[in-house]
């Protein structure tokens, strides 16, 4: 059997955003100075291409607060490889959505850290929660499918039975879901990290949520809710992953247990 390896690329194109997450790995906030200009970027998807990379994931930051994001979303179309987003979701209109899928972005991964409440407080700005919830609304309007992932920490791994149904209900396809761990602001916020002793109820909490909704006339895309949300924490790329920073230098990444 022949093994045909797949390369997929986390494009980090901009450290400007719109929220104020505890937990931001990258202390994101304003653009930084070494941030690739379009010319930049779009040599970088070409090389992207050559490499063998199949699918792109744009993130920030927040990607679409880069003036220039939806005519790198489509060079990488062009370029032949698939292109996808992970979104805070603040901001993305009817209309903003539209022209995504114009550009042809394939999937876009949604965060979602709490019930509305923890969710504004980890992410620093009131509204954001039903932000997001609007977003989705309009990716499903314009048939862009979406998936969401979560943060687990003090504040959000109590809420996960809500949370579950709130994104179920909204028409979510698949849930990422991560330990926040001590990288950026989440180091100046220890108090909500889980600490080692914590996970002892949190896995078996998971699993009793896995189990409650498993087999209840839930169809296909939401059993890989469940699936995802049983198996997993932390990253979980398969394959060759590669991380381009906002100044567009790469490394690679590793899956972690
Ligand atoms: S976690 Fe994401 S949305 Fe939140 S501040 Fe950082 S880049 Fe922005």
Redesign the pocket.
């Known amino acids: 059997m022949t093994y045909h390896r797949t390369s997929y690329a986390v494009w980090e194109i901009t450290?400007k955003?719109?929220?104020?997450?505890s937990?931001?790995?990258?202390?994101?906030?304003q653009a930084r100075a070494q941030e690739l200009s379009t010319e930049e970027a779009l040599d970088l998807v070409r090389q992207m291409a050559e490499v063998g990379i199949k699918e792109v994931t744009l993130?920030?930051?927040?990607a679409f607060l880069r003036s220039d994001w939806l005519q790198i979303a489509a060079a990488i179309n062009q370029a032949g490889m698939r292109c996808t987003m992970?979104?805070?979701g603040?901001g993305i209109s009817l209309a903003t959505a539209h022209k995504m899928k114009q550009a042809g972005i394939a999937t876009v991964s949604v965060?979602i850290d709490g019930l509305e409440a923890t969710h504004d407080r980890l992410?620093?700005r009131k509204g954001s929660w039903k932000q997001a919830f609007q977003t989705m609304s309009h990716f499903r309007e314009v048939e862009i499918p979406f998936g969401c992932n979560t943060q687990i920490n003090r504040l959000s791994a109590p809420e996960f039975p809500g949370i579950y149904e709130q994104i179920r209900d909204v028409g979510a396809r698949a849930w990422q879901i991560q330990l926040t761990v001590p990288m950026?602001?989440a180091a100046d916020n220890a108090d909500i990290l889980l600490q080692p002793y914590e996970l002892l109820d949190l896995y078996p909490m998971l699993a009793r949520v896995a189990r409650r909704h498993i087999g209840k006339g839930f169809n296909s895309s939401q059993a890989i809710i469940l699936a995802t949300m049983a198996l997993t924490s932390g990253c979980f790329a398969g394959g060759d992953v590669r991380m381009n920073g906002h100044s567009g230098r790469a490394a690679r990444l590793d899956c972690q247990p």
Do not use: V
């Open positions: 450290l955003c719109n929220l104020a997450c937990h931001c790995g990258s202390r994101a906030g993130i920030g930051g927040e992970t979104t805070g603040y965060s992410r620093g950026g602001n």
